[in-house]
């Protein structure tokens, strides 16, 4: 919600899709979510540049184990940095923008398979509550976007909306705020900055 806020652009491309598919200010039901595949990119395109869990679980080497040039000697403490991951050029074109559109041309999915876009985790411990976040973030995002006109309150401009990342934490600020983006489900809310028309 808080970088449909800085492009308003996207919101409006997302107000769009939902307009034509559901019909304005009706519903949002979970069967409905395959058939908003904008929607899903900007839901995507948020765990990418901000995935609440950005390290992942820590993980316990149980045996030494060589990794290309390095060995990770038993017993090692490891932090998987599914922040920078989400970020990085190599895989990434323009990390830094909150660009939706990436994901028409590429076809990554997040159930642990496509290792540049992992905020669930992979493997034996991967987020149990995928299944239910697919579906549940998607339904509240669209259903807020669907049913309100959103912007910012007058005095605060988009590029004020502060989106650095802090230690383990994702949340948007300035000085006057703080809140936490829509994708924060495991996270405390914080203060609201949104007014709705
Ligand atoms: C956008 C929403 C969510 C994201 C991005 C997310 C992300 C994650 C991540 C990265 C992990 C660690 C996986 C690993 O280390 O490989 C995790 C673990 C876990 N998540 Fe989620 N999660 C979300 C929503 C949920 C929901 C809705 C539930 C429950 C209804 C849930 C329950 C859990 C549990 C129980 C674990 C621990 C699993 C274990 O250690 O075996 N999560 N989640």
Known sequence: MAETLRQP???????????????????????????LPYLQFIVKET????????????RRVDQDVKLFDYIIPKGSLVLVNVG????????WEEPLIFKPERFQSIELDMRGKDFDLIP??????????????????PVMLGS????FNWKLEADIQPKDLNMDEKF???????????????SSLILPIGQ???IRT
């Open 47 to 58: 765990l990418r540049m901000h995935p609440p869990a950005p390290f992942l679980i820590p």
């Open 144 to 147: 807020m976007l669907n049913s």
């Open 168 to 182: 383990g934490f994702n949340h948007t600020q300035s000085s006057s705020f703080t809140c936490y983006p829509i």
């Open 120 to 137: 669930f985790g992979v493997g034996r411990r991967i987020c149990p509550g995928l299944p239910l976040a697919l579906r549940m973030v």
């Open 9 to 35: 652009e996207i919101m409006k491309k997302a107000q769009a899709e939902l307009s034509e598919v559901i019909g304005k200010r009706k519903p949002i039901e979970e069967v409905d979510v395959s058939r």
């Open 84 to 91: 920078e991951i989400g970020r990085d050029s190599t895989f």
């Open 192 to 194: 609201q900055i949104l």
